[in-house]
C-alpha cells in the first residue's frame, strides 16, 4: 500500500503562485509516476501533470497549465512538487495526487492508470 497526503493548499489572489506538496509513504519504491488532478465545483476530475518517479525524468502537463505549473520530485523525501505559478481564477478545485505501480496502460493522465489516491487540498484563486 502507498498512501498520499497533500499540503499547500490555500487562498491566493491572481497571478500568486503556490507550491503544493505530495508526501508518499509505505511501499514508495514500487510506485512508478505519480501524478497531480484537481476538480472544480460542478465538473469532472481532469489531468493536470505528472511524473516518472522510479526511473528517468519524464514530466507531462495538460495544456491548460503548460508553462505556469512546474512538476517535480525529490526522491530521497518522497515527495512529489507541483509548483503553480500565474495563478488563475479558473485554476481554483481541490488538488490530488495519485501515485500508479503499472509501467503501461492508460496513459498518465487518465484517472484509470493510478491506484492510489490522496484526500486532496483546496486552492483557491481569487480575482
Known amino acids: 500500500q502507498v498512501r498520499l497526503v497533500e499540503s499547500g493548499g490555500g487562498l491566493v489572489q491572481a497571478g500568486g503562485s503556490l507550491r503544493l506538496s505530495c508526501a508518499a509513504s509505505?511501499?514508495?519504491?514500487?510506485?512508478?509516476?505519480t501524478g497531480w488532478f484537481r476538480q472544480a465545483p460542478g465538473k469532472a476530475r481532469e489531468f493536470v501533470a505528472a511524473?516518472?518517479?522510479?526511473?528517468?525524468?519524464?514530466?507531462y502537463y495538460a495544456d491548460s497549465v503548460k508553462g505556469r505549473f512546474t512538476i517535480s520530485r525529490d526522491n530521497g523525501e518522497n515527495t512529489v512538487y507541483l509548483q503553480m505559478n500565474d495563478l488563475k481564477p479558473e485554476d481554483t478545485a481541490v488538488y490530488s495526487c495519485?501515485?500508479?505501480?503499472?509501467?503501461?496502460?492508460?496513459?498518465?493522465?487518465?484517472?484509470?492508470?493510478?491506484?492510489?489516491w490522496g484526500q486532496g487540498t483546496q486552492v483557491t484563486v481569487s480575482s
Open positions: 511524473i516518472v518517479t522510479r526511473t528517468g525524468n519524464g514530466t
Open positions: 495519485a501515485a500508479t505501480t503499472s509501467r503501461s496502460g492508460w496513459g498518465v493522465n487518465s484517472l484509470r492508470r493510478y491506484d492510489y
Open positions: 509505505g511501499r514508495t519504491f514500487t510506485t512508478y509516476v
